[in-house]
Structures are given as C-alpha cells and as structure tokens.
C-alpha cells in the first residue's frame, strides 16, 4: 500500500509539473494615454482603450468592448467618487480584466470634444507559448454520404469522420509546429466560458478568458470514400494457395483555407488504398489513423515544409519529429534555386528545386529527427551554408 501511495504521489507531482510547465502567464504592464470625448467618462474611456492598443496591439484594444461604459463621473450632481466607482467597476467587467487599474492623471477641457483625459492604466495580458505558433483550427470533416461499408456493415458517417478528426489532431499536435484549435466542441466552451463570466474569478481568469485565440489557418476536407473488407489473396510460390487479407481504402478532399483572406491555401484530393493488420483495434480505427497521418504530412508539407537543419558527413537533422516522422522512413532531399516569377500576374511560382540526396529516418525525436545518408550528388554540409535544403517523402 505505501509503495502504491508514493507512485500515485509521484504521478501527482509530475502532472502538476506538466501542467505548470504548459500553462500561459499573465504579464501586466503599465502603459500611458490619452483620449477626448464629450464626458470625462467618454474621454477615460478612449484613453484607457489607447493604453490597450499600446500593450497588446490595436486589433485587441478594438475588440475590447469599452462601449458599454455609459456612466458619466459628475451626472446629475451625484456623488462623484460613488459614480467614479462604478466606471472602475464596468471598465474591468467590460474588458474581462485586461484593464486591471487605472488612475486618472488629469482632465482638461477641449474645445473640439468637450474634455481630455490623460489615464495611466495597468494592463493584462495573457501570454501563452502555443498560440506564438500559427494557429491551426480543426473543422469536422463533412463524408459525401451517410455512412460507409465497413467489414461488411454500414457504419454512420459522423462516426468515422469523429475518429478521423480526432487521429488528425493527435498528429498536428505531436508536429509542435501549431497551436491546434478545437472547433468541435464550441458549445462546451461557450458554455464553460458563460460559467466563467459569471462568476467571481480573479482579473487573471478573466483576462485569459479574453483570449480566445482566432485561428490563421482553417483546416477542412470532405470523406468522399471509405470502406474496409477481407479479400482473398494468393501467396506467392504456394501452389496457388490463398488466404483472406483485411484491405482498407479511403478518399478525401482537403482544403487548407488563410483566415484573413479567406483564399484557398492548399487544395488536394488523397487516395489511400493499403493493407490492414487488423490487429488490436478495429478496422476503421487503424484506416483513419494512416489516412490522418496522410492527410497530416500533406499539411506540414503546405505550411511548414520538412527542412534540413544541420549535415554533418553521413548524417542529416531534421526539423520535425514525432508522430509525423518515422523511424525508416525515407526522404528526398532537394536544394532550392532561383525564384520564378509569373510574367503575368507578378506572383512567384516557387523556386526550382534540385535533388541532392536520399536519407532514411534513424530516429525521431518529439521536435526533430535523425537520418542517414543513403546516396547524395554533393557534400551537404557546404550545400546548407549555401541555402535551405527541403526534405519530401521518397515516392
């Protein structure tokens, strides 16, 4: 019993370290502004969103909704320190504790506006590593029917694309090249967000609720095809002998859309069509874990291409690792050249590439991997010092 206890006080222990580590912080700092309105209500307001803008750039400070403060600080001949109060208290209601305080410096009259208020303000802002990666957002993958033959049974659509979004994320998330955004269960996070809103948490909790991350990135694709099934298939050098071999094949579409354009990034049909183990998880899974791992590679190809960080004789480095890159797996390696150029549109077309080597996956780590140099055209230590060296899947 005592050693059961210290092995779940050590699993404790590491958790909250995990947690600890991954976790964002909140950093507050002070900033300065100044704004004019026609009440000194208005005009701190417009300062307060000028010291929002300075800290956590403008797109922020618009987002931030100071609209609703609509208090004035001398209304009515009202008590003006109860009125003033209360223009603190919706000022970090309304901005979800970003503004965590303020003190008004001066106000003067203008002639244009009515006043001008000069504020010094401490501002939140919640800082978390993953979301300085590009974001990435999941959108369930839609099927082009409402179910599909597997292992001779029809199996719902939803069901299948579930398993196929979810073994996605998983390989996304193992590349540590994106915070990776749940567009799935929204409404869970509404609500958890509602619950958060409403009750008494801290300005920390409140600003990190503010922080719901945008994605840059929309990733989204359609099951057109899906089925698994038992084929008979002769053994080669048995006499004409057969035995029954579990078959999988899956076609989709996949569309990788830029957020801020709304433009069409990436844009490519996959078919998969392979041999199932059919050992230790059902057929389905197993099909939706290689098409994901497809579908992945397809993705960080799009986006952040596989790349050669260090050669050093017969070995190579590689940029990414995980669950996207496996142990034996093989590379070409290809060196960029000049830029082309559309004559007429003006865009660049890419660079031209030109092979330089082939290397098969040693090792892969969680953040990169390590190859060897199965056959190069050229020493690949000086080709580096020269210019980037990109690695694709041996076809």
Do not use: W
């Not at 750039?57 to 003033?84: F, M, P, R």
């Not at 057929?283 to 791992?293: G, P």
């Amino acid at each position: 019993m005592e050693s059961y206890n210290t092995m779940n006080k050590t699993l404790l222990f590491i958790l909250a370290l995990t947690v600890a580590t991954a976790r964002g912080a909140v950093e507050y700092t002070e900033a300065e502004g100044a704004g004019s309105g026609k009440t000194e209500a208005v005009a701190v307001v417009a300062a307060l969103r000028a010291c929002v803008a300075q800290v956590c750039g403008v797109d922020i400070a618009g987002d931030t909704n100071l609209s609703i403060v609509s208090v004035t600080l001398a209304g009515n001949g009202g008590d003006k320190s109860k009125v003033s109060e209360k223009l603190r208290h919706r000022v970090s209601e309304s901005t979800k504790g970003r503004v965590a305080s303020y003190q008004i410096l001066d106000v003067n009259p203008n002639a244009a506006d009515g006043v001008t208020a000069r504020v010094s303000a401490k501002i939140a802002r919640y800082l978390d590593p993953q979301t300085q990666r590009k974001r990435l957002a999941l959108v369930p993958f839609r099927a082009a029917a409402d179910g599909f033959i597997v292992s001779g049974k029809k199996v719902p659509a939803a069901d299948i694309t579930s398993e196929l979004s979810q073994a996605l994320a998983v390989n996304l998330v193992s590349a540590r090249k994106f915070a990776v955004l749940d567009r799935e269960y929204l409404n869970e996070i509404s609500r958890e967000h509602q619950l958060i809103a409403s009750s008494a948490v801290s300005d920390d909790e409140l600003c990190k609720l503010g922080a719901l991350a945008g994605a840059d990135y929309l990733v989204c694709g359609t099951l057109r095809d899906f089925t698994t099934a038992s084929e008979a298939l002769t053994v080669p050098g048995a006499g004409g002998a057969t035995v029954a071999q579990l078959t999988g094949g899956a076609a989709l579409g996949l569309r990788i859309l830029d957020v801020a354009t709304s433009q069409i990034k990436f844009a490519d049909s996959l078919n998969f069509r392979l041999l199932l183990a059919g050992a230790g998880q059902s057929t389905s899974m197993e099909l939706c874990d290689i098409a994901a791992a497809g579908l992945a590679q397809k993705i960080m190809e799009a986006i952040y291409p596989l790349m050669v960080i260090s050669a050093d004789g017969g070995e190579v480095v590689l940029n990414q690792g995980g669950e996207m890159v496996r142990a034996g797996a093989r590379y070409e390696l290809f060196t960029f050249g000049a830029e082309m150029i559309d004559p007429v549109t003006g865009e660049s077309l890419g660079r031209r590439e030109k092979k330089c080597a082939t290397v098969e996956i040693v090792e892969s780590k969680p953040k990169f991997s390590e190859a060897r140099v199965l056959e190069q055209t050229g020493d690949l230590a000086e080709l580096l010092k020269q210019g980037k060296i990109a690695a694709r899947p041996q076809k």
